[in-house]
C-alpha cells in the first residue's frame, strides 16, 4: 500500500468516509505513476501518462461528489511511500500494479459502505476501472492470471 509521507503536525487516522478513502487512493495513484515515468520504457510512455490522467479525473469527480454533499476533499500529501523501490521497468509495473489495487479496494469499500447513487456509481465505475488497469499491468508482467475473480477484495490479491 502507498501511504503519505507524514508532516510534522500532520493529521492522525485517516478519516473513516469512504469517498475520502477513494479520494486518498487516486491522490496515491497519481503521485506513484509520477514517479514511474521515468523509469518506465518510452513505449509505455503513453500508458502511464493516459492512465495517471485517468487517475487524476476520478479523483477530481470524487472531490466534486464530497463538496457537493458539504464535507471538504482531502488535500494530496507532499509525498509518498511506495511499497516498492521503483528502479526500473518491472518495478515500475509492479508499483502501478499496487495503485490500481489499493484504488479497487478502496472502491471495493465504497461499493459495501454507500447509500447513495453517487456513491455506488462511483464505486462501480472506479472498481471497474482499477480492474481493467491493473490486468493491463498484469499483462505487462507476464502474470497469470491476468484478471482477478473479487477485484478490491482480499482474496483478490
Known amino acids: ?6 508532516t510534522p503536525g500532520g493529521a492522525g487516522a485517516p478519516d473513516a468516509d ?4 477513494a479520494a486518498e487512493a487516486e491522490n496515491a495513484a497519481v503521485f506513484t ?3 514511474i515515468t521515468a523509469f518506465v520504457a518510452a513505449a ?17 469527480e470524487i472531490d466534486r461528489a464530497i463538496t457537493a454533499a458539504g464535507g471538504t476533499p482531502p488535500v494530496a500529501a507532499a509525498g509518498y511511500t511506495l511499497p516498492i523501490d521503483v528502479t526500473g521497468p518491472e518495478s515500475a509495473a ?6 490500481e489495487e ?7 469499500a465504497l461499493l459495501e459502505q454507500a ?10 465505475d472506479g472498481l471497474s476501472e482499477s480492474a481493467l488497469r491493473a490486468a493491463r499491468w498484469r499483462v505487462v508482467l507476464q502474470e497469470s492470471p491476468v484478471t482477478v ?5 482480499p482474496v483478490a490479491g
Do not use: K, N, W
Request: hydrophobic share 40%.
Open 18 to 21: 469512504p469517498l475520502v478513502a
Open 102 to 108: 489499493d484504488c479497487a479496494t478502496a472502491y471495493r
Open 115 to 124: 447509500d447513495d447513487e453517487t456513491g455506488r456509481r462511483i464505486g462501480v
Open 1 to 6: 500500500m502507498t501511504t503519505p509521507v507524514p
Open 44 to 60: 509505455r510512455r503513453r500508458l502511464v501518462a493516459d492512465f495517471e490522467a485517468e487517475h487524476r479525473a476520478r479523483r477530481d
Open 33 to 35: 505513476y509520477g514517479v
Open 149 to 153: 475473480a473479487f477485484p478490491g477484495s
Open 94 to 99: 509492479r508499483a502501478a500494479l499496487v495503485a
